[in-house]
Antibody, heavy 118, light 110 residues
Framework: EVQLVESGGGLVQPGGSLRLSCAASGFTFSGYSMNWVRQAPGKGLEWVSYISGSSSTIYYADSVKGRFTISRDNAKSSLYLQMNSLRAEDTAVYYC???????????WGQGTLVTVSS | QSALTQPRSVSGSPGQSVTISCTGTSSDVGGYNYVSWYQQHPGKAPKLMIYDVSKRPSGVPDRFSGSKSGNTASLTISGLQAEDEADYYCCSYAGRYIRVFGGGTKLTVL
């Protein structure tokens, strides 16, 4: 059974940093691209970042470019999102999702809440 | 990376059909056959319902169908059931691995 479990969310002050993790199981992690998608409270979904299976290709949404860094450790079947210079507008539930079907995400984690507030 | 346009809400009675539209541009919806649709119940993670415009992942009922014409994609749910009440989001590939979501549509089953 495919499982994605996010962790690392919490309350952080504006300008602070946080590192999210996503532990994957039930599939060959290195064989799939992965994405981070976020959802602000009461709002819609927003794609944040993409990483290919080998980490050779990485892309970011303009809203986080230069502040967030996506990475993965295939040996540990884990995905990460390093978030720096956090702003109030980064407050959201962050989901990791498996890019299993062309440009669609076929499995999602339960999400981890990041709150940026003083 | 502007969001795709969806109606804020749609509604229908059990057994009826509803269609949710998703309008983008030639740089996203109109430019690629990589439109997907996600269902999200309150407090839950999104679930993939349609990918590649009209394909259904394993386990998704054939009551759900997708299509596209020009810069507008559509999700049709036929034989509406109470459990279909949820938020629905479209998503399109926009080149260079970038994806754009719609603002979401709340489906109410009357």
């Amino acid at each position: 059974e495919v499982q994605l479990v996010e962790s690392g969310g919490g309350l952080v002050q504006p300008g602070g940093s946080l590192r999210l993790s996503c532990a994957a199981s039930g599939f060959t992690f290195s064989g799939y691209s992965m994405n981070w998608v976020r959802q602000a409270p009461g709002k819609g979904l927003e794609w944040v970042s993409y990483i290919s299976g080998s980490s050779s290709t990485i892309y970011y949404a303009d809203s986080v470019k230069g502040r967030f860094t996506i990475s993965r450790d295939n040996a540990k079947s884990s995905l990460y999102l390093q978030m720096n210079s956090l702003r109030a507008e980064d407050t959201a539930v962050y989901y990791c999702a498996r890019g299993g079907l062309n440009y669609a995400d076929d499995y999602w984690g339960q999400g981890t809440l990041v709150t940026v507030s003083s | 990376q502007s969001a795709l346009t969806q109606p804020r809400s749609v509604s229908g009675s059990p057994g009826q059909s509803v269609t949710i539209s998703c309008t983008g541009t030639s740089s996203d919806v109109g430019g690629y056959n990589y439109v997907s649709w996600y269902q999200q119940h309150p407090g839950k993670a999104p679930k993939l319902m349609i990918y590649d415009v009209s394909k259904r992942p394993s386990g998704v009922p054939d009551r759900f169908s997708g299509s596209k014409s020009g810069n507008t994609a559509s999700l049709t749910i036929s034989g509406l059931q109470a459990e279909d009440e949820a938020d629905y989001y479209c998503c399109s590939y926009a080149g260079r691995y970038i994806r754009v979501f719609g603002g979401g549509t709340k489906l109410t089953v009357l």
